[in-house]
C-alpha cells in the first residue's frame, strides 16, 4: 500500500476489507439489547439502529470494537449527531457499565474495562482530533477520562496513558490552527488586473520559462505543492459534504464552513493554478514565445500524468481551455498538438470521465506494488473525488425501509475516504525548489478581464460575438478609468 501514517493504517489495517473480525463482531456481555437491532450479511455489519451501532463502538470488559468499523463509525455518526454530543453519549454508556461492574462480581476487571475505554479515546483522538476543537467536546473527554482513572491508585498506568493521549491531541490541535493562521496570510492569490488596454508586461518581466524550463522539474514542484496542501484534509472535512447537503438549517451550514477550511484551499489552488496556466500563455507577446509557452505546458502536464498527479494536470489542461487561450487560434496553428490530443483524451467527460478513471486505477495499482517512493504517489482529481462521494451519498439512502441506518453505505464511503487520505499521506521523493515554489504560489495572475484584454490584443478578434465583446470590455475598462 501507499506510505500512509500510523493512525490509518492501524483503525482501518492493510486492506480495509470491512468484514467484523472473528472474535471481536460479536459484543460480548453488557452489550444490553441494542446487539438485537444489529442486521449482519456474511459476518458483515449491513444495518442497525443508532443506539445499538453506539453501542457496538463501546467496548465491554469481554469486547473491544473491530477498529475498521471504529473509523467508519466515527467518521459516519457525524451526519446524526455533532462529536460532541456523540461522545457525551459514550461517555454514558461508559458510566452505566462502570457502575454495573462496580456492584457485580466482576469488579476485578475494572481496570481492564478503564484500558479499554482509554484506548478507544485514544483511538478517536488519534483519527479525528479535531472533533476536540470544541469545548464541549473536550470537557466531556476529560469526564470521562475523569472517571475511567477511580479505578488506578496503584501504580497510574491508566492516568499515564490519559495524561500522554491528552497532551497528543494538545499538540495536533495547536498544529491545526498554525497551520490555518498560515495559510489564511496566503489565502488571496494576487490578482492583476493589468493596465487599461494594456495588459502585456514588459519585455524584462520574468515568466515561468524564466523561472523553469524543465517540464519534468516543474511537474515535480506542483507534486510538492499537492501533497503539502491535500496532506492536511482530514477524514471529517471530507464528511462535512455529506452534513452540508443534509442540513436544511442556514445557520448551522455557515458555522461548518470553517470546519472545511481545508477542503476550500485545495480547491482555490486548483483555480489558481488554471489562471496561472492561462496568464502565462496570454501574456507572451510573441506569436512564436506563446506557441513554446503552450507547448511546454503540455509537457508539464504530461509529466504530472506519469508522476500520478491528476489534479495538477486537470487544472493544467483547464488552464489551456479558458476562452482567453482556446480562441488563439493562430498561436494554436503553430502547436504540435498531439501529446494534448492525449491528454484531453485521458480527461474526456464522457461515460463518467472513464478514460481518466482506468488511468487512475493503474496509479493506484502501481502505487500498491511500488518498489520505489515515486512509484507510490496518486493525486486524484479532487472535484470529481468529491463528486463521486456526494453521489454516492445522493443515490443511496441513510435510512432503510425499516429505520436502521443503511451502514453497508457508509461502509462504502469510509473505505473511499480511506483510500483518499492514503494518497495524501505519502511523503514527496522530490527535491524541493523555493525558487519554483514561490514563483507558483506567488506569481500575480491576471483577472478574467485582463485575460481576454491580452487574448484580444495578441489575436484580434474574429467574429461578430468576440467584436461585441471586445468592444464592450473596452467600453467597460475605458469609464473605469
Known amino acids: 500500500m501507499p506510505q500512509t501514517s500510523v493512525v490509518f493504517s ?14 471481536m463482531g460479536e459484543r460480548g456481555g453488557g ?24 453501542e457496538h463502538l463501546v467496548p465491554t470488559v469481554d469486547y473491544y470494537p473491530d477498529r475498521t468499523y471504529i473509523f467508519t463509525f466515527l467518521l459516519s455518526s457525524r451526519v446524526f449527531m455533532p462529536p460532541h454530543d456523540l461522545l457525551a453519549r459514550v461517555g454514558q454508556i461508559c458510566l452505566e457499565q462502570r457502575q454495573q461492574l462496580e456492584v457485580g462480581p466482576e469488579k476485578a476487571k475494572l481496570k481492564s474495562f478503564s484500558t479499554k475505554i482509554v484506548q478507544l479515546l485514544k483511538e478517536w483522538t488519534e483519527a479525528f482530533p479535531y472533533d476536540f476543537q470544541d469545548e464541549k ?9 475523569h472517571r475511567v482513572t477511580q479505578c488506578d491508585e496503584e501504580n497510574g498506568t491508566v492516568k499515564k496513558a490519559i495524561a500522554q493521549m491528552i497532551q497528543n491531541l494538545l ?16 489565502r488571496s492569490p494576487v490578482v492583476d488586473k493589468g493596465p487599461v488596454l494594456k495588459a502585456k508586461p514588459p519585455a524584462t518581466q520574468k515568466d515561468i520559462l524564466g523561472v523553469c524550463c524543465d517540464p519534468l522539474v516543474l511537474a515535480q514542484q506542483l507534486t510538492h505543492i499537492e501533497l503539502e496542501r491535500v496532506n492536511s484534509i482530514r477524514p471529517e472535512d471530507l464528511m462535512q459534504i455529506i452534513s452540508h447537503m443534509d442540513s436544511l438549517d442556514n445557520h448551522r451550514c455557515r458555522g461548518d464552513m470553517t470546519k472545511t477550511y481545508s477542503l476550500e484551499a485545495y480547491d482555490n489552488w486548483f483555480n489558481c493554478l488554471s489562471m496561472l496556466v492561462a496568464t502565462e500563455v496570454c501574456r507572451v507577446v510573441k506569436k512564436k514565445h506563446r506557441t513554446r509557452m503552450l507547448e511546454f505546458f503540455i509537457d508539464v502536464a504530461r509529466e504530472c500524468f506519469n508522476i500520478g498527479n491528476f489534479n495538477s494536470m486537470m487544472a493544467i489542461i483547464s488552464g489551456m481551455n479558458l476562452s482567453p487561450v482556446a480562441r488563439l487560434k493562430k498561436t494554436w496553428s503553430k502547436v504540435k498538438t498531439a501529446k494534448f490530443d492525449v491528454l484531453e483524451h485521458h480527461m474526456d467527460p464522457s461515460s463518467n470521465f472513464c478514460n481518466y478513471r482506468t488511468a ?19 493525486i486524484p482529481v479532487f472535484n470529481l473525488f468529491v463528486k463521486d462521494i456526494y453521489f454516492l451519498h445522493k443515490i443511496h439512502t441513510n435510512h432503510l ?7 453497508k453505505k457508509f461502509w462504502e464511503i469510509s473505505r473511499q475516504i480511506h483510500e483518499f487520505m492514503t494518497w495524501t499521506q505519502v511523503e514527496c521523493p522530490f527535491e524541493k525548489d523555493k525558487k519554483i515554489q514561490s514563483y507558483l504560489l506567488t506569481a500575480p495572475i491576471y483577472s ?15 467574429n461578430h460575438m468576440e467584436k461585441d465583446s471586445w468592444k464592450a470590455l473596452r467600453t467597460t475598462l475605458l469609464n473605469r478609468a
Open 10 to 23: 492501524s483503525i482501518l489495517g492493510p486492506s480495509c476489507s470491512r468484514q467484523v473480525q472473528p472474535g
Open 31 to 54: 452489550a444490553g439489547s441494542g446487539s438485537r437491532d444489529l442486521i449482519f450479511q456474511d459476518g458483515r455489519l449491513t444495518s442497525g439502529s443508532f443506539e445499538a451501532l453506539m
Open 137 to 145: 467536546a473536550m470537557a466531556e473527554l476529560k469526564a470521562i477520562a
Open 171 to 186: 499538540l495536533s490541535l495547536a498544529a491545526r490552527s498554525q497551520l490555518q493562521e498560515l495559510r489564511e496570510k496566503l
Open 360 to 378: 487512475l486505477q493503474g496509479a493506484t495499482q502501481r502505487s500498491q506494488t511500488a518498489n520505489s517512493s515515486r512509484e507510490k504517489i496518486v
Open 401 to 407: 425501509p425499516s429505520g436502521h441506518i443503511n451502514f
Open 448 to 462: 478574467e478581464e485582463a485575460l481576454f484584454i491580452a487574448s484580444f490584443e495578441s489575436e484580434g478578434p474574429e
